[in-house]
């Protein structure tokens, strides 16, 4: 018996009804674009960068660490962010970590002009304003930077703005204080330390250098102990090189 | 804003700008004939910074503008008039004469707003009054000089209360508007016109000289000549001669504030929830934005306010970044609002009237979209940070600005997202010299050990932890900013940008220096470099 009735035609919707949240998740299945850090072995381990339009989370080693892991956050939201679009710095007032300083920003390459600054009262205020900015196609990327330990942002706040940075394609760059030690639904998740930076003549403190460790990553293998440079000049990561020797009592001497 | 403007008019500093006298005003009056007034004189300036408070004697005062490469005075109080200083001198050779002067930048900008002030005042004689900038204004009172017993009544009233205002005007009655205008300027209230000067004309200068050349120095004298010669020779002089004398009438075209935008609905029947006052809101933003469509305009400001039946009235206020008519836009804005309210509205016994404001407006035309970029990025960033501020309020959402100063704490403000600065960058090569996060204000260390007094520190202590300095660079001396203090001091900070064997990079400074007998100079940590 063969049925020779044409088949149903699918279910058709005008576009003005289609409901807002579909968990139509067929379109997320398309590979995201990738943006290189630009360290070679580093981008290979990644497998040809990090993905654009997704969730990412760095926390620091210890506290002491936590200006390192800005800097990286906000050096892959550069990274990210392709040299246009805006940067969202989302933040909370009255943390213990310090203002943000712009001028520091310049410094490192990252220009002031181009980041808009949200500064949240609280953590819940927080959480929605980061789900606002992701879920808007506005920014480029966006550093979500919580002051405390952040309890709010759990697997499930992860998750959603996994999903509102899939549709917008936000690249969100989740920057905590502490190791959360809860799951979380980024696609990687880093554990940034300062690294002693190759000193310039004189022994003076060089360019910013961290270490990096990859401890998860969605689809790929977690890699430990990368050390790496950022070369402000060219808005990458380059090699932690220990090439100059260090004369130990000369820094004294020829600037003092 | 009001109150400030009005003291600060109050203050007697008023200045013509032409060295004679002070201005005038025009109007022009008579039974039955159209009115014209128009004062001249305008207070020009509010100056920004205020003179030290009155001490009995006015000090003098110069506005001052930069004409053909000189800075030259070009308006000046009382005070400065009666020392003999008069307008178009250098503001040196002034200086020179008078020390103690005060020489302020003129702003014509505040002065075209000032006119503008006394334009919507005089609102109250006439619905017809027209700005004449610089410092005029024409006032047409045909027909509205009963109210102020007659001419002389209504003069009298318009003199006094800008008089109380510190203002001193010239003025005059015509029937014409110019002729209101040349009498207020070159004459006085009640003369005849014909005997005005040429000048009065106020036509081009090389004009007015050849008119002078050939021996007609005034009007009447004018007048007596053939109007075809005089219009074959010069122009619209034959036109300005005839609205002199009031053959020919001019109508002026009034300042009229456009009525403010608002669209409200009544209801016979309260409405108790919140749900439908905002679905009603929607529909008033649909006539609203009728309204801002019809005059190219989009709102900046709204304010929906919900009258109970019991009296209270709850308002919602949001404002946008950009100028915008977009209803769905307004409402998306103002639910944010509601549900952001730290105390939800009570509908009580429900709401019986809902009333929609639009406070500010800016031009806002209608655009073509770009089909070939279809990006609408800053709208949507405009949006995006609209929402936000919606809900956080408008002064958490910001960009920065650099500052001229070399403190590092004060090198940087908040500005509004809407403007963007431009950032130096380092030479190339340079390692960052500024830290990425910054403590302010610095917090103390302790602890701290150098070789020498004067050296950089080898270990400090800060939040409990001692830390070895392996690497460091300095010192970088920032000096306090003396000019600005009252003191003439201040202590200089010497920074030094340190990094441990660990490789985090610290940011500290010693504030001051070590000086004989004294106690050593404090340390503190400014920031910490990523």
Not at chain 2, 136 to 160: N, Q
Request: with cysteine.
């Amino acid at each position: 018996m063969t049925c020779e009735s044409p088949p149903l035609p699918a279910p058709q919707r005008s576009a003005g009804t289609k409901p807002k949240i579909a968990f139509t998740h067929t379109e997320s299945i398309v590979p995201p674009s990738r943006f290189a850090l630009g360290l070679e072995p580093l981008d290979t381990a990644l497998g040809g960068g990090l993905a654009r339009a997704r969730l990412h989370e760095i926390w620091p080693v210890a506290v002491e660490d936590g200006p390192s892991a800005t800097g990286f956050a906000l050096m892959l939201a550069l990274r990210a962010s392709d040299e246009k679009g805006a940067i969202v710095w989302i933040g909370q007032e009255h943390g213990r970590a310090g203002a943000l300083y712009p001028p520091g920003l310049a410094d490192l390459g990252i220009d002031p002009g181009r980041i808009l600054f949200v500064a949240a009262p609280d953590e819940k205020a927080l959480l929605r304003a980061a789900g606002d900015v992701v879920r808007s196609p506005a920014a480029a990327a966006a550093v979500i930077a919580p002051a405390g330990s952040a309890p709010l942002l759990d697997l499930t706040a992860s998750r959603r703005l996994t999903l509102f940075a899939e549709r917008s394609g936000t690249t969100a760059i989740l920057l905590r204080t502490t190791d959360p030690q809860t799951p979380s639904a980024a696609t990687t998740r880093w554990r940034v330390a300062a690294a002693p930076a190759r000193a310039l003549e004189a022994n003076a403190p060089g360019q910013t250098a961290f270490n990096l460790d990859l401890l998860r990553q969605r689809g790929g293998a977690p890699s430990h102990g990368w050390q790496v440079e950022w070369d402000r000049d060219r808005a990458r990561f380059a090699p932690l090189s220990r090439a100059v020797a260090v004369d130990a009592g000369g820094g004294y001497l020829a600037t003092g | 804003m009001l109150a400030e403007d009005i003291w600060r008019l109050d203050r007697p500093r008023i200045l013509p700008a032409r060295g004679v006298g002070n201005r005038d005003a025009e109007r022009r009056g008579g039974e039955g004939r159209p009115h014209t007034i128009g004062p001249a004189a305008l207070p020009l300036h509010q100056p920004a910074a205020d003179p030290p408070p009155h001490s009995g004697e006015d000090p003098p005062i110069v506005f001052v503008e930069k004409l053909n490469n000189a800075m030259r005075v070009t308006a000046l109080s009382r005070a400065a008039m009666a020392l003999g200083l008069t307008p178009d001198l250098t503001l040196a050779d002034a200086r020179a004469r008078i020390p103690e002067l005060i020489a302020i930048d003129r702003d014509h900008g505040a002065e075209a707003r000032l006119l503008a002030r006394i334009v919507a005042g005089c609102v109250r004689y006439t619905p017809m009054v027209a700005a004449e900038p610089p410092d005029g204004l024409i006032l047409d009172v045909t027909g509205c000089t009963h109210a102020f017993d007659g001419e002389a009544g209504l003069k009298a009233d318009l003199l006094a209360r800008l008089k109380n205002y510190g203002i001193t005007i010239q003025s005059a009655y015509g029937d014409t508007p110019e002729q209101a205008r040349a009498l207020a300027r070159f004459g006085k209230d009640g003369a005849d016109v014909r005997t005005l000067p040429v000048e009065a004309l106020e036509a081009d200068p090389a004009v007015t000289l050849a008119l002078r050349r050939a021996g007609l120095k005034t009007i009447e004298a004018l007048d007596q000549r053939p109007r075809k010669m005089l219009a074959a020779r010069f122009g619209d002089l034959a036109i300005r001669l005839a609205r002199l004398l009031g053959e020919q009438d001019r109508h002026i075209t009034p300042e009229r504030p456009l009525p403010p935008i608002f669209a409200l609905r009544r209801f016979a029947e309260p409405i108790g929830r919140v749900e439908d006052a905002l679905a009603c809101l929607e529909e008033l933003a649909h006539e609203t934005a009728q309204t801002l469509l019809e005059r190219h305009e989009g709102g900046r400001r709204f304010i929906a306010r919900l009258f109970r039946s019991d009296g209270a009235v709850a308002a919602i206020e949001v404002g946008t970044g950009q100028p915008t008519r977009d209803p769905a836009l307004l409402i998306r804005l103002l639910r944010e609002r509601v549900d952001a309210l730290a105390d939800p509205i009570d509908p009580g016994f429900g709401f019986d009237m809902i009333r929609l404001d639009v406070g500010g407006t800016e031009p806002l035309t209608a655009r073509q979209d770009d089909h070939l970029a279809p990006s609408r990025h800053e709208e949507e960033l405009a949006e995006l940070v609209d929402r936000l501020s919606a809900r956080l309020g408008a002064r958490r959402i910001y960009r920065v600005q650099p500052e001229n100063t070399h403190i590092p704490e004060c090198a940087v403000t908040r500005c509004p997202s809407s403007r963007i600065a431009t950032w130096e960058s380092l030479p190339e090569g340079e390692p960052p010299m500024r830290p990425l996060r910054l403590f302010d204000p610095p917090q103390p260390v302790n602890a701290v050990m150098s070789e020498v007094p004067d050296g950089p520190p080898m270990r400090f202590t800060w939040r409990g932890r001692t830390y070895g300095i392996a690497r460091w660079e300095g010192p970088e001396r920032i000096a306090a900013e003396w000019w600005h203090r009252r003191d003439r001091g201040g202590r200089p900070r010497d920074y030094y940008r340190v990094e441990d064997a660990d490789g985090h990079r610290f940011w500290l400074f010693r504030h001051g220096l070590h000086e004989s007998g004294g106690a050593a100079p404090a340390w503190y940590i400014h920031g910490l470099f990523a």
